[in-house]
Nanobody, 123 residues
C-alpha cells in the first residue's frame, strides 16, 4: 500500500504563491509517476500536473502552464507543486496521487490518493 499526505495549502490573495508538498510512504516501488489533481466546489476533479520519479518528465494542464511547477525529491519520496501567480479560479482542494504509469498525464491510472489540502485564492 502507498500512503500519501499533502500539506502546504492555505489562503492567499490573487497573484500570490503557495507550495504544496506530497509525502509518499509504504510500498512505493514500481510506482512510476505522481500527479496533482484539484476539485473545486460543484466541479469535477481536474488533473493539474504530473511527474515521473525517474527522469522527472512533467505534464501540465493548460490553465496552469507557466504558473505552476511540479518537482520531486526522490531521496525524500516527496513531490512538490509550486504555484505562482495564483488566481481565484485556482481555488480548490488539491490532491496528490500515485500511478504505475510511466506517462504522468491525466489519463494515467492513479490508484492511490492523499486526503487533500485546501487552496483558497481571494480576489
Amino acid at each position: 500500500q502507498v500512503q500519501l499526505v499533502e500539506s502546504g495549502g492555505g489562503l492567499v490573495q490573487a497573484g500570490g504563491s503557495l507550495r504544496l508538498s506530497c509525502a509518499a510512504s509504504g510500498r512505493t516501488f514500481g510506482r512510476a509517476s505522481m500527479g496533482w489533481f484539484r476539485q473545486a466546489p460543484g466541479k469535477e476533479r481536474e488533473f493539474v500536473a504530473g511527474i515521473t520519479w525517474i527522469g522527472g518528465n512533467t505534464y501540465y494542464t493548460d490553465p496552469v502552464k507557466g504558473r505552476f511547477t511540479i518537482s520531486r525529491d526522490n531521496a525524500k519520496n516527496t513531490v512538490l507543486l509550486q504555484m505562482n501567480s495564483l488566481k481565484p479560479e485556482d481555488t480548490a482542494v488539491y490532491y496528490c496521487a500515485s500511478s504505475g504509469s510511466v506517462v504522468p498525464g491525466p489519463n494515467a491510472k492513479y490508484d492511490y490518493w492523499g486526503q487533500g489540502t485546501q487552496v483558497s485564492v481571494s480576489s
